[in-house]
């Protein structure tokens, strides 16, 4: 078995000391009470840092940071997300004339956050605050693919059947979920009702972890070839915009 990684237990250290002490502790007291060179102490406390789990404050003292604090206890807020999202959303519906929509999991389903109506269309119903189904939409199988939550949200239940195209065998989703995760994004055709489609790429936070999902959703002759397959350009387009809301919340930047 391999050995554990040091870098990795010196920074569990010096969070587990920082929480055990009620005043900050200077570069100083962490790297002596850990015997650690100070450079070292320096490294994985810029480290920390970044990440949100260590506050440095105006003395240069170090603290617990408030998001490991509250690490398991809050969720990404939804007006956080839309306000972080709202203008890659806009341009995403303007560069492809489609319908663009924002979803993140939350309280067993996949929320709607924001949602951009198509170009040129006809009457259309804002569906911001609505649940999409996980198993049946590009957006939801996203959320499935990477939130551990909404994998166990959508398989420890039966499937529903909405169409004739809607995948309700278990092991058949457990498939293309791991086919999501290596293509990068999803697509359902005619999965939720007759005529649809949608192409969905997940949005990562600093850390990588996926906290929403974006996509278009539109008539299957718009979005699909003529095989039914997803428009590579219009997959493309849906990626950028996952990048780029995705950087939003620190994802990528060095």
Not at 121 to 141: D, F, I, R, S, W
Not at 168 to 178: F, G, K
Not at 242 to 248: L, N, Q, V
Request: with cysteine; net charge neutral; glycine share 10%.
């Amino acid at each position: 078995m391999p050995g554990s990684v040091q870098s990795v237990e010196r920074a569990a250290a010096i969070v587990r000391l920082l929480a055990a002490e009620s005043e900050p502790l200077a570069l100083a007291q962490v790297a002596g009470a850990l015997g650690l060179a100070k450079p070292t102490a320096h490294g994985l406390l810029r480290t920390l840092c970044e990440v949100e789990f260590v506050d440095r404050d105006e003395n240069g003292r170090y603290r617990v940071g408030r998001d490991l604090l509250q690490l398991g206890s809050t969720q990404l807020d939804v007006n956080e997300l839309r306000s972080r999202a709202i203008n890659w959303t806009d341009a995403l519906a303007a560069r492809t004339g489609e319908a663009a929509r924002v979803a993140m999991f939350r309280d067993g389903e996949a929320v709607v956050a924001h949602h951009v109506f198509r170009v040129g269309a006809g009457h259309q119903t804002l569906e911001t605050g609505k649940a999409v189904p996980l198993h049946a939409t590009a957006l939801g199988k996203v959320l499935t693919a990477f939130d551990p939550g909404a994998a166990r949200a959508a398989l420890d239940r039966p499937l529903e059947g909405l169409t004739f195209r809607t995948v309700t065998d278990r092991s058949t989703l457990v498939r293309e979920l791991a086919d999501i995760r290596d293509v990068g994004y999803a697509t359902a055709v005619e999965e939720s009702a007759p005529g649809v489609a949608g192409i969905a790429a997940p949005v990562r936070d600093r850390g990588g972890y996926v906290v929403a999902a974006i996509g278009i959703g539109g008539p299957v002759d718009s979005l699909c070839d003529a095989r039914g397959r997803p428009r590579s350009r219009l997959a493309e387009d849906v990626l950028w915009a996952a990048r780029a809301i995705s950087r939003e919340f620190g994802h990528g930047r060095s």
